[in-house]
């Protein structure tokens, strides 16, 4: 496990980018934090590191959205909501997100505890928020992740 600190919110879209600069196609994140702590922000940077189009925002009322790469670039970003779905893993199933991780990088927010099934190689990044407003980052690899590079 590593830790990174995070002291703006732009600190924590730098480490999405730098993240998005070495996700491939097939690869699963699982991102776990309070409200605030800054997950869709990490979201934001990891687009922006893949070279996605358009903007992004938090998926919570469709539950998933598709960022399509830039010309040039070939892989999908795949950005999941977990929260709404209450733990409920048929609901999961229904967003058949494990055929988007053959040709995409999925990356799901509220996905520790529920999304881990869709692949045992995975990537869990819990942020936290503490009480001087400063966000951390947890990072831990499973799988294959163990012995692959980390921005940290």
């Known amino acids: 496990m590593k830790t990174v600190e995070l002291p703006l919110v732009e600190d924590t879209e730098e480490f999405g980018r730098k993240l998005g600069e070495l996700v491939r196609a097939g690869d ?22 893949m070279g996605v189009q358009g903007r992004v925002s938090s998926p919570t009322f469709v539950v998933a959205r598709v960022h399509e790469p830039a010309e040039g670039r070939s892989v999908r970003l795949v950005h999941v909501d977990a ?24 990356a799901v927010e509220w996905g520790e505890g529920v999304a881990e099934r ?29 012995d692959r590079p980390l921005p940290v």
């Open 28 to 49: 699963l994140l699982l991102l776990a934090g309070p409200l605030g702590a800054g997950k869709t922000a990490f979201v934001r940077g990891l687009a922006r590191g």
């Open 83 to 106: 929260y709404r779905l209450g733990g409920h893993l048929d609901e999961l199933d229904d967003l058949d997100l494990d055929t988007d991780l053959v040709d995409a990088v999925v």
């Open 118 to 146: 869709l692949n045992d190689d995975h990537l869990l990044i819990r942020l936290e928020r503490g009480t001087d407003d400063v966000r951390t980052a947890q990072l831990i690899p499973q799988g294959e992740w163990v």
